[in-house]
Protein backbone atom coordinates (compact mmCIF):
# COMPACT_ATOMS: atom_id res chain seq x y z
CA UNK A 1 0.00 0.00 0.00
CA UNK A 2 2.99 2.47 0.76
CA UNK A 3 4.17 1.84 -2.74
CA UNK A 4 1.09 1.91 -4.15
CA UNK A 5 0.48 5.44 -2.90
CA UNK A 6 3.40 6.87 -3.96
CA UNK A 7 3.26 5.38 -7.31
CA UNK A 8 0.01 7.26 -7.35
CA UNK A 9 1.74 10.30 -7.01
CA UNK A 10 4.97 9.43 -9.07
CA UNK A 11 2.51 9.09 -11.78
CA UNK A 12 0.48 12.71 -11.19
CA UNK A 13 4.10 14.41 -11.20
CA UNK A 14 5.29 13.03 -14.58
CA UNK A 15 2.11 13.92 -16.34
CA UNK A 16 2.76 17.22 -14.85
CA UNK A 17 6.11 17.88 -15.85
CA UNK A 18 5.20 15.98 -19.54
CA UNK A 19 2.14 18.95 -19.33
CA UNK A 20 4.26 21.84 -18.53
CA UNK A 21 7.13 21.75 -19.12
CA UNK A 22 7.94 18.79 -21.77
CA UNK A 23 10.07 16.75 -19.81
CA UNK A 24 11.49 13.59 -21.08
CA UNK A 25 9.59 10.81 -19.29
CA UNK A 26 9.77 9.23 -16.66
CA UNK A 27 11.14 12.31 -15.15
CA UNK A 28 10.06 11.07 -11.30
CA UNK A 29 10.95 7.30 -9.78
CA UNK A 30 11.29 5.60 -6.51
CA UNK A 31 14.35 4.27 -5.07
CA UNK A 32 16.64 4.26 -2.45
CA UNK A 33 19.60 6.34 -2.93
CA UNK A 34 21.70 3.99 -0.36
CA UNK A 35 21.86 1.46 -3.11
CA UNK A 36 23.90 3.81 -5.32
CA UNK A 37 23.15 5.01 -8.82
CA UNK A 38 22.31 2.35 -11.49
CA UNK A 39 25.12 1.12 -13.46
CA UNK A 40 27.96 0.92 -10.58
CA UNK A 41 29.71 -2.20 -10.02
CA UNK A 42 27.67 -4.86 -8.39
CA UNK A 43 24.54 -2.14 -7.57
CA UNK A 44 20.86 -2.19 -8.87
CA UNK A 45 20.70 1.30 -8.12
CA UNK A 46 18.64 4.50 -8.69
CA UNK A 47 19.11 6.64 -12.36
CA UNK A 48 20.85 9.54 -13.07
CA UNK A 49 19.15 12.92 -14.12
CA UNK A 50 15.95 11.94 -12.37
CA UNK A 51 13.52 13.35 -9.08
CA UNK A 52 13.76 10.20 -6.85
CA UNK A 53 11.63 9.75 -4.16
CA UNK A 54 12.58 7.84 -1.36
CA UNK A 55 10.77 7.27 2.38
CA UNK A 56 13.40 8.02 5.09
CA UNK A 57 10.98 7.53 8.08
CA UNK A 58 7.78 5.97 9.29
CA UNK A 59 5.83 7.74 12.21
CA UNK A 60 2.36 6.05 13.35
CA UNK A 61 -0.34 8.71 13.94
CA UNK A 62 -1.11 8.11 17.86
CA UNK A 63 -3.95 10.52 17.41
CA UNK A 64 -6.15 8.21 15.62
CA UNK A 65 -4.99 4.96 17.77
CA UNK A 66 -7.98 4.39 19.91
CA UNK A 67 -10.64 4.19 17.68
CA UNK A 68 -13.16 1.35 18.11
CA UNK A 69 -12.38 -1.58 17.03
CA UNK A 70 -16.24 -2.46 15.34
CA UNK A 71 -18.30 -1.72 12.58
CA UNK A 72 -21.85 -1.92 12.85
CA UNK A 73 -24.47 -2.90 10.17
CA UNK A 74 -27.73 -1.38 10.59
CA UNK A 75 -28.92 -3.01 7.71
CA UNK A 76 -28.16 -6.77 8.17
CA UNK A 77 -28.71 -6.08 11.94
CA UNK A 78 -24.53 -7.56 12.63
CA UNK A 79 -21.51 -6.04 13.99
CA UNK A 80 -18.15 -6.69 13.08
CA UNK A 81 -15.05 -6.76 14.85
CA UNK A 82 -11.77 -6.15 13.74
CA UNK A 83 -8.66 -4.25 14.83
CA UNK A 84 -8.57 -0.51 13.89
CA UNK A 85 -6.49 0.49 10.62
CA UNK A 86 -2.80 1.54 11.94
CA UNK A 87 -2.43 5.55 10.24
CA UNK A 88 0.93 6.10 9.33
CA UNK A 89 2.83 9.84 8.39
CA UNK A 90 6.14 9.35 6.51
CA UNK A 91 9.02 11.00 5.71
CA UNK A 92 9.42 11.50 2.07
CA UNK A 93 12.90 12.35 0.34
CA UNK A 94 12.46 14.32 -2.96
CA UNK A 95 16.16 13.99 -4.64
CA UNK A 96 17.71 15.63 -8.20
CA UNK A 97 20.21 13.07 -9.12
CA UNK A 98 21.16 15.23 -11.88
CA UNK A 99 24.87 15.16 -13.00
CA UNK A 100 24.48 18.88 -13.76
CA UNK A 101 23.76 20.85 -10.55
CA UNK A 102 22.36 23.70 -12.42
CA UNK A 103 19.89 21.15 -14.10
CA UNK A 104 19.05 19.34 -10.64
CA UNK A 105 18.27 22.75 -8.57
CA UNK A 106 15.74 23.38 -11.83
CA UNK A 107 14.22 20.55 -11.72
CA UNK A 108 13.76 20.32 -7.46
CA UNK A 109 11.88 23.78 -8.01
CA UNK A 110 9.55 21.97 -10.24
CA UNK A 111 9.06 19.32 -7.77
CA UNK A 112 8.21 22.04 -4.85
CA UNK A 113 6.25 23.91 -7.56
CA UNK A 114 4.23 20.65 -8.02
CA UNK A 115 3.45 20.14 -4.44
CA UNK A 116 2.67 23.42 -4.10
CA UNK A 117 -0.01 23.31 -6.35
CA UNK A 118 -0.97 20.27 -5.51
CA UNK A 119 -0.53 19.22 -1.88
CA UNK A 120 -3.54 16.62 -1.54
CA UNK A 121 -4.05 13.32 -3.12
CA UNK A 122 -7.61 11.31 -3.21
CA UNK A 123 -9.34 8.73 -5.55
CA UNK A 124 -11.49 11.88 -6.54
CA UNK A 125 -8.74 14.35 -7.84
CA UNK A 126 -5.82 11.96 -9.51
CA UNK A 127 -6.74 10.39 -12.99
CA UNK A 128 -7.75 6.82 -13.04
CA UNK A 129 -4.87 6.16 -14.70
CA UNK A 130 -2.37 7.52 -11.94
CA UNK A 131 -4.11 4.73 -9.76
CA UNK A 132 -3.86 1.84 -12.20
CA UNK A 133 -0.46 2.30 -14.20
CA UNK A 134 2.31 0.33 -12.04
CA UNK A 135 0.25 -0.80 -9.47
CA UNK A 136 0.79 -3.65 -7.29
CA UNK A 137 -0.85 -6.91 -9.07
CA UNK A 138 -2.12 -8.42 -5.75
CA UNK A 139 -5.70 -6.12 -4.78
CA UNK A 140 -4.71 -6.10 -1.15
CA UNK A 141 -1.71 -4.16 -1.97
CA UNK A 142 -3.63 -1.86 -3.59
CA UNK A 143 -5.27 1.78 -2.18
CA UNK A 144 -9.13 1.56 -2.31
CA UNK A 145 -9.77 5.09 -1.16
CA UNK A 146 -7.00 7.64 0.07
CA UNK A 147 -6.23 11.06 1.53
CA UNK A 148 -2.44 11.56 0.63
CA UNK A 149 -1.37 15.22 2.32
CA UNK A 150 2.01 16.43 1.31
CA UNK A 151 3.31 18.84 4.19
CA UNK A 152 6.87 20.10 3.60
CA UNK A 153 9.32 19.52 6.14
CA UNK A 154 12.29 21.58 6.92
CA UNK A 155 15.33 19.36 8.91
CA UNK A 156 17.40 21.18 10.99
CA UNK A 157 21.24 20.58 10.07
CA UNK A 158 21.99 18.51 12.39
CA UNK A 159 18.76 16.15 10.84
CA UNK A 160 20.61 16.61 7.55
CA UNK A 161 23.86 15.44 8.87
CA UNK A 162 22.54 12.53 9.75
CA UNK A 163 20.36 11.84 7.13
CA UNK A 164 22.56 12.09 4.30
CA UNK A 165 25.24 10.42 6.41
CA UNK A 166 22.77 7.27 6.43
CA UNK A 167 22.38 7.04 2.79
CA UNK A 168 25.77 7.19 1.95
CA UNK A 169 27.60 10.00 2.58
CA UNK A 170 26.75 12.03 -0.28
CA UNK A 171 24.27 15.03 -0.12
CA UNK A 172 22.57 15.47 -3.21
CA UNK A 173 19.57 18.95 -4.11
CA UNK A 174 16.56 17.90 -2.07
CA UNK A 175 13.53 18.56 -0.17
CA UNK A 176 11.81 17.11 2.37
CA UNK A 177 8.13 16.28 2.61
CA UNK A 178 5.64 14.14 5.59
CA UNK A 179 3.47 12.43 3.84
CA UNK A 180 0.10 12.08 6.08
CA UNK A 181 -1.91 9.85 6.13
CA UNK A 182 -1.72 6.21 5.16
CA UNK A 183 -3.88 3.75 7.04
CA UNK A 184 -2.97 -0.05 6.49
CA UNK A 185 -5.44 -2.74 7.24
CA UNK A 186 -5.50 -6.33 6.64
CA UNK A 187 -9.18 -6.81 5.07
CA UNK A 188 -10.08 -9.92 7.59
CA UNK A 189 -13.45 -9.69 10.28
CA UNK A 190 -11.98 -11.29 13.34
CA UNK A 191 -16.03 -12.31 14.54
CA UNK A 192 -19.29 -11.47 13.77
CA UNK A 193 -22.49 -11.06 16.01
CA UNK A 194 -25.54 -9.62 15.99
CA UNK A 195 -26.93 -6.57 17.38
CA UNK A 196 -29.21 -6.58 20.88
CA UNK A 197 -31.99 -4.34 19.25
CA UNK A 198 -34.09 -4.40 21.91
CA UNK A 199 -34.04 -4.75 25.88
CA UNK A 200 -37.24 -6.04 27.81
CA UNK A 201 -37.28 -5.40 31.53
CA UNK A 202 -39.91 -7.21 33.16
CA UNK A 203 -39.90 -6.37 37.02
CA UNK A 204 -42.70 -7.36 39.44
CA UNK A 205 -43.33 -7.44 43.25
CA UNK A 206 -43.13 -10.50 44.96
CA UNK A 207 -45.58 -11.13 47.63
CA UNK A 208 -44.60 -11.14 51.06
CA UNK A 209 -43.74 -13.94 53.41
CA UNK A 210 -47.17 -15.46 55.10
CA UNK A 211 -45.99 -14.42 59.10
CA UNK A 212 -45.26 -17.69 61.52
CA UNK A 213 -46.93 -17.90 64.56
Not at 60 to 65: G, P, S, V
Not at 92 to 114: E, Q
Amino acid sequence: MIAHALTIVINEMNQHLDDIFQMTMPAVGLGNLAEGFAGSPGSNGVARNMLILSVVNIKEEKALKNLPNYVRDDASLKVSYENPPVFLNLQILVSATHTNYSDALLVLSRAICFFQYKNVFTQDNVSANSIAVNAPNNPLDQLESFKLIFDLYSPSMEEVNHLWGTLGGKQYPFVLYMLRMIDLKFKAVQSESGLITEVVSDFYHKAPAAPHD
